[in-house]
């Protein structure tokens, strides 16, 4: 055979093989449901998704992995529609009010704590079950004055963090924030909120 009659030919084989996908992950959600009162009447529930800060993953991590000390207690809080500009996985605690770019609605008493006017409501959650942990009852914001609520958070981590208003509690931590789903809540005057918390994974 003369080489001009000469025939090469080329064959590929390739084989995708991918990667098991891993079983038993964890993916921590949380989840609020507000119900919202109007003299004693029920008028609106709410139920929406949080997003956890990074400054709650870490937390979370060094506690699980590096010996950090367990928050014990948390404290939940209201955000306002004023100022209010988003939400970030780097917000801390230490820029509540400030370069946040949300403020903190403070117009309500603590049902609570004997209705103080000072405090933020604590999250009274249970032990966890089925990968799941919550408060059996829910948390109640008694509104003083009318205004505009966008969400939610949760802190913990200092005394200190039970200060409606406080941002320089040492060690405090903010776990999660949250905006209703449906839209800014405007409030009255003895309206009331009753909020339940769920973290599950």
Not at 44 to 58: R, V
Not at 177 to 200: E, P, R, W
Request: hydrophobic share 40%; with cysteine; aromatic share 8%.
């Amino acid at each position: 055979m003369s080489v001009s009659q000469m025939k090469i030919g080329h064959k590929a084989g390739c084989n995708v093989v991918r990667a098991r996908k891993a079983e038993n992950e964890v993916g921590l959600r949380g989840r609020f449901v507000v119900e919202h009162y109007r003299k004693g009447v029920k008028i609106a529930e709410y139920e929406f998704p949080n997003g956890i800060t990074n400054q709650g993953k870490n937390k979370l991590l060094d506690v699980m992995f590096h010996g950090v000390s367990a928050i014990t207690t948390w404290w939940l809080g209201l955000i306002s529609n004023s100022g209010y500009s988003a939400l970030a996985a780097g917000d801390v605690y230490a820029q509540i009010g400030g370069t946040n770019g949300w403020t903190e609605f403070t117009d309500y008493t603590d049902a609570g704590n004997s209705g103080s006017s000072s405090t933020r409501p604590e999250w009274t959650e249970g032990a966890a079950s089925s990968q799941s942990i919550t408060n059996s009852s829910p948390v109640v914001f008694d509104i003083t004055g009318s205004g505009t609520v966008k969400g939610l958070f949760l802190v913990g981590g200092a005394a200190g963090a039970q200060t409606k208003g406080d941002n320089a509690a040492s060690g405090a931590i903010l776990w999660a924030t949250a905006l209703f789903g449906s839209g800014d809540v405007a409030v009255n005057a003895d309206d009331q909120l009753k909020v339940t918390y769920t973290v599950s994974a």
